[in-house]
Structure formats: structure tokens, C-alpha cells
């Protein structure tokens, strides 16, 4: 079974670091493209940083830029994001994405609350 579970969500304060984890069931990473997208109630959901897998290109949202890292452990069959600094505005519903050509799977995602 196709799967893609994301882990590590939760309520952390202002300034903290948290990393979220996704792991890939029933297929293997090495080939697909990686996402994490997130959203928030009454808006559509937005890019937060993606991976090539052809040549490794990123890219982070202007938002997060210099606070955010995408990363993925291809013999884990996991992808990554460290999020540092975190501010109230990344509060929202975090999903990991893997696509390839007309394969495309999304996380059922994972809940991050920043707030004092």
C-alpha cells in the first residue's frame, strides 16, 4: 500500500525548532520529486520548500527562507523539514508530497501549532 505518514507535529513555542518527518510505504523516494506544503483554514494551501530529484534543485518560500530546511534519507525512505525560529504565522496543517511523472502522493498531515 501507497503511503506517506507524517510525523512530529504538535504545539511548540515562539522561536522554537521542530523537525517534521515523513515516511514513504509501498514505493522508494529515490526517483520522486519531494514537497512540503501547508494550510490553514479559509486559505489554499501554499509551498513551503520542494526537492528535485533530477539535480537536487530547492525551493523554500520567501517566508521561510533561511529558517526552514528540506531534506531526505533516501535508505530511510524518509524526507524531512527542520523548521527553526518558529513564529506564529507557521501555524498550519503541514503535508509532504512526492511526485514523479503521474504519480503524485500526499501525506494525510500533521498539525503545528505555534503559540505562547
Known amino acids: 500500500q501507497v503511503q506517506l505518514l507524517e510525523s512530529g507535529g504538535g504545539l511548540v513555542q515562539p522561536g522554537a525548532a521542530l523537525r517534521l518527518s515523513c515516511a514513504a510505504s509501498?514505493?522508494?523516494?529515490?526517483?520522486?520529486?519531494i514537497g512540503w506544503f501547508r494550510q490553514v483554514p479559509g486559505k489554499e494551501r501554499e509551498g513551503v520548500s520542494c526537492?528535485?530529484?533530477?539535480?537536487?534543485?530547492?525551493y523554500y518560500a520567501d517566508s521561510v527562507k533561511g529558517r526552514f530546511t528540506i531534506s531526505r534519507d533516501n535508505v530511510k525512505n524518509v524526507v524531512y523539514l527542520q523548521r527553526n525560529s518558529l513564529k506564529p504565522e507557521d501555524t498550519a496543517v503541514y503535508y509532504c508530497r512526492a511526485f514523479w511523472n503521474a504519480y503524485d502522493y500526499w501525506g494525510q498531515g500533521t498539525q503545528v501549532t505555534v503559540s505562547s
Open positions: 526537492r528535485s530529484s533530477r539535480d537536487g534543485t530547492i
Open positions: 509501498g514505493f522508494t523516494l529515490d526517483d520522486y520529486a
